[in-house]
């Protein structure tokens, strides 16, 4: 069965630091994968995606993430976090399957200490 | 605005009543999907449309949840006699089909509240 775990449910990092939020999957077939981010009482937005190619992608406001197929993995990074990156951010796995859906994590908060 | 839009944004109701939900996904996507998102969770997938059909319901679509995407256009969402636990942000959010399309997008939510 399709599934997303993120094991840090609430993370808090100094203003300027760096940042790793980890995601593992479990997927049958070759996985889609999807971070998003959520602002209090927003919706979700997208900030950075993988399909196939290269296992380093980027994505908006700074932030990548690497695809490790051994590790089932798809950890998120960022050189340099900001105050406005606090926020609840959700890992998903889809796949090109028309009869595919994409599921969440359950998320990751992430607190910014000025 | 070419984003999902999703009407109301807030809904309050007696439990009992039944409520429903509309989502006007971008207009070229094919694909429609609503998800249940209770406080501190991430989005629980209720229903999957591909154009106007239902192809899956999760086993959180009690009976009393209805969900329909008439011509493959937008969608409703239907509760019926609401209970307090259904209390929950609803998200619609819609995408194409094949390779670099299949993102999801995401409307604001309708927030139900069942009093």
């Known amino acids: 069965a399709q599934s997303v775990t993120q094991p840090d449910i609430h993370i808090t990092v100094s203003e300027g630091a760096s940042l790793e939020l980890r995601c593992n999957y479990s997927?049958?077939?070759?996985?889609?994968l999807f971070w998003y981010v959520q602002s209090p009482g927003q919706g979700l937005q997208l900030l950075l995606k993988y399909f196939s190619g290269d296992t380093l992608v980027q994505g908006i406001k700074g932030f990548e993430a690497e695809f490790k197929r051994s590790q089932s993995s798809f950890n998120l990074r960022k050189p340099s976090v900001h105050w406005s990156d606090a926020a609840e951010y959700f890992c998903a796995v889809g796949s090109y399957s028309s009869a595919s859906k994409i599921i969440f994590g359950s998320g990751t908060r992430l607190s910014i200490r000025p | 605005d070419t984003g999902v839009s999703q009407d109301p944004r807030h809904k309050i109701t007696k439990r009992g009543q039944n409520v429903t939900f509309r989502c006007d996904p971008i207009s070229e996507h094919n694909r429609l999907y609503w998800y249940r998102q209770t406080l501190g969770q991430g989005p629980e997938f209720l229903t999957y449309f591909q154009n106007e059909a239902q192809l899956e319901k999760s086993r959180l679509l009690s009976d009393r949840f209805s969900a329909e995407r008439p011509k493959g256009s937008f969608s409703t969402l239907e509760i019926q006699r609401t209970e307090q636990g259904d209390s929950a942000m609803y998200l619609c959010a819609s995408s194409g089909e094949g390779q670099g399309r299949t993102e999801a997008f995401f409307g604001q939510g309708t927030r139900l509240t069942v009093v």
């Open positions: 997927y049958g077939a070759t996985p889609y």
